[in-house]
């Protein structure tokens, strides 16, 4: 039992650091001021508004941080850009060795376009404030830096706040799907373009197959192994997998004798999740609990169970370390196997 409870803590352990991970930001939204544009790309549009956010405070650690530097300006064909280093969820800068300034050419033909055909410009300003947070990037767009003044004005916190009820009356506060929306606060009311991204709500049904081999009870084995299961996505990154797998394994216990293909088969019903929210760099991990359904010599006692945990390499290979037990928790055998889908 210690051992299985050490497992399970080096488990937790090894999932909690990789979450620290990046974040997939699906959502993706346009404040359009008077002088200024925002654009703020998140997990959740409606947690990370610049009303949120408390930008009276940023915005004045920001022009501290610039009045200490002397900051040639922009040709008529260029953008500055001022980055702001990720520290995690929060952001403080506290000098200016701790940002980052470039240079680049301004795109005139950047543009924000929607479904039913509605284009906005978001190729704004000759001065780009980036912000880069593990859930959330923030860019404000400014022809002058003295316009920053704007957000410590009671005009930046009305309307910040007017456009955060619009999102919540508009969207709700679960919503599950990803927001591509650009909110004009101009004028008295919020003038919005919107849709949800529809393409990041996919569940994929998994029908798979593979090879494996490994060490189990200090014998090599060999298995062939089935997979039915569920993955379901959340804004475009697939997140939780359910399956019933179907392993045949083979021990070379009888191979000198006639009976050589004497199979032992499992039933086992596992569960993984991703725990990157990052799309194309996916880190699985999992568990699973199986049975011994079927047994065809003596390699394992009747009333055998194991479980696993799992650790996706790849698409193609995955590494399980596993624990077998007889009649609950009697006899237990460690073994660590590797697996190779089709």
């Known amino acids: 039992m210690k051992t299985i409870i050490s497992i399970l803590l080096f488990l937790s352990l090894a999932l909690s650091t990789s979450a620290m991970d990046g974040y997939f930001k699906a959502d993706t939204v346009w404040y359009k001021f008077d002088n200024m544009l925002v654009e703020v790309a998140s997990t959740n549009a409606l947690n990370k508004t610049p009303y949120k956010m408390a930008m009276q405070g940023r915005v004045e650690q920001i022009q501290k941080v610039l009045a200490e530097m002397n900051i040639l300006p922009p040709a008529d064909d260029e953008r500055i850009t001022i980055s702001y280093r990720d520290q995690g969820e929060d952001m403080w800068v506290w000098n200016f060795k701790e940002i980052e300034l470039s240079r680049s050419k301004r795109d005139n033909k950047s543009l924000v376009v929607f479904d039913d055909g509605a284009t906005f410009e978001k190729d704004f300003g000759r001065y780009c404030i980036y912000f880069s947070y593990r859930a959330m990037e923030m860019k404000i767009f400014v022809d002058d830096l003295e316009d920053l003044n704007f957000f410590l004005s009671e005009e930046f916190e009305t309307k910040a706040q007017q456009s955060e009820v619009f999102l919540k009356k508009e969207f709700g506060e679960n919503y599950k799907k990803g927001i591509l929306a650009w909110l004009d606060l ?6 919005a373009y919107y849709q949800n991204n529809v393409k990041n709500g996919l569940d994929m049904l998994i029908i798979s197959g593979g090879i494996g081999s490994g060490w189990v009870k200090n014998r090599f084995v060999s298995d062939i192994n089935f997979r039915l299961g569920v993955s379901f996505s959340k804004k475009g990154v697939f997140r939780n997998l359910y399956a019933i797998d179907y392993n045949m394994m083979y021990d070379f216990t009888n191979s000198d004798n006639d009976n050589f293909f004497e199979l032992n088969h499992f039933v086992s019903l596992a569960w993984e999740h991703n725990f990157s929210d990052v799309t194309g760099s996916d880190k699985w991990y999992g568990f699973s609990v199986g049975y011994l359904v079927k047994r065809n010599n003596d390699f394992f006692k009747e009333n055998t169970f194991k479980v696993a945990v799992n650790k ?17 928790f009697k006899n237990v055998h460690p073994g660590v196997r590797l697996s190779v889908a089709f």
């Open 312 to 328: 996706k390499i790849n698409n193609t290979f995955t590494i399980k370390p596993e624990l077998y037990f007889n009649d609950f």
């Open 186 to 191: 101009r004028g008295t009311d919020v003038k």
